[in-house]
């Protein structure tokens, strides 16, 4: 899916008075094996899981001649390293990645030869970043700005101490809407209050919605929570994608989808809690995995941290906030029914 413009043509603001409901791992530092008496380059490879070609890269070998020991690096996950000649195009190429995300993971500019031996980071096992003890209050509690590029800004009011206004409802399911023929389809009080509960969590920061609701005849069989309007891809401003999943992953009652090699976060309003991460390009087949890369089924275990933020089951939806705030002139606070231009990152699964 395109990513939206930088200058944001939509803004869609909601606020929550909340009173009652209140209340990659990146690649691993590189490896070393000190050689055996009777040891083999290959023997060594097999045992930690890597070609013998990468061993040589990284240790800058023409050939596989080793000595009882020799200090050999290992690439662990993610790692890898140039081979004589090769190009960021080729490497791109052999991984599955884009130039342009592999340029950006290891701050590289315009088309650099790179030396042999020279050690780059694959997109998506980056480490992971420095997470700050806390990303600030938020000014005011349960007010979530959202973005959506193409449309005029958007005001809304939620009431979240007795429930979801009304009005507040109607302009989240516009943001979520792909055209017209969504005009008729509707979304819980749950996804707008899950929005809330992540904008504060990182001060307030304003949440981008990337894509909603889909086509049902496209996606009837594999129960996307996007086909049951309780679903959105989002992006939060100036937070790690991972970090979004990371703290997701702490509320109760909720999915949670982390795609390393896409640009957004998927979450959800689902009553089973849920996390994944899919290391597949937009448009591609799942390739559903660990944060240290795609696995088999049976090996893409990963522990679920303890639910510490609830998200209530029933959320009411009421009349209008009372209190409501007119837009400033030049907005409109009616919903939209236009959405962001599909592409292919609405192809994905989820599980």
């Known amino acids: 899916m395109r990513m939206p413009s930088p200058t944001w043509a939509a803004v869609a603001t909601f606020v929550f008075a909340a009173a009652v409901f209140l209340g990659p791992h990146g690649a691993d530092a590189s490896r070393t094996h000190t050689v055996r008496a009777g040891q083999t380059l290959g023997q060594i490879a097999q045992r930690y899981r890597v070609s013998v070609d990468d061993i040589k890269a990284a240790n800058r070998m023409r050939g596989t001649r080793i000595r009882v020991g020799q200090e050999l690096t290992i690439p662990t996950a993610g790692e890898v390293y140039a081979r004589p000649g090769q190009t960021l195009e080729r490497i791109a190429r052999q991984h599955d990645v884009s130039v342009d995300a592999l340029r950006r993971v290891n701050r590289l500019r315009g088309n650099p030869r790179l030396r042999a ?71 819980t009080p749950r996804l707008a209050l899950l929005l809330a509960r992540i904008s504060d969590h990182f001060g307030g920061r304003t949440i981008t919605v990337v894509s909603g609701f889909r086509d049902p005849r496209r996606f009837s069989g ?66 559903y995995g660990t944060l240290r890369g795609p696995a088999r089924a ?50 994905y699964e989820e599980p």
């Open 117 to 187: 031996g020279q050690r780059l980071i694959l997109p998506g096992y980056e480490p992971a970043p420095s997470t700050p003890e806390s990303w600030g209050e938020p000014e005011q509690p349960g007010r979530v700005e959202l973005r959506r590029s193409g449309e005029e800004p958007v005001d809304a009011v939620l009431r979240v101490d007795a429930g979801v206004s009304r009005r507040g409802l109607r302009q989240l399911e516009g943001m979520l809407r792909r055209d017209e023929r969504d005009i008729d389809r509707h979304t």
């Open 222 to 287: 594999n129960g996307s929570q996007h086909v049951a309007g309780i679903a959105s891809d989002i992006q939060v401003q100036g937070v790690p994608h991972r970090t979004v999943w990371e703290y997701c992953r702490t509320i109760d009652a909720v999915g949670c989808g982390f795609y390393p090699r896409s640009s957004f976060v998927h979450v959800d309003a689902r009553e089973e809690r849920t996390h994944w991460v899919d290391w597949s390009r937009p448009g591609r087949r799942p390739r």
């Open 298 to 347: 049976g090996q893409r275990h990963m522990a679920m941290p303890e639910a510490t933020v609830t998200l209530p089951l029933e959320v009411a939806v009421v009349e209008d906030d009372p209190m409501y705030v007119a837009p400033q002139p030049g907005t409109a606070p009616v919903a939209s029914t236009a959405a962001p231009a599909a592409s292919r990152e609405d192809d």
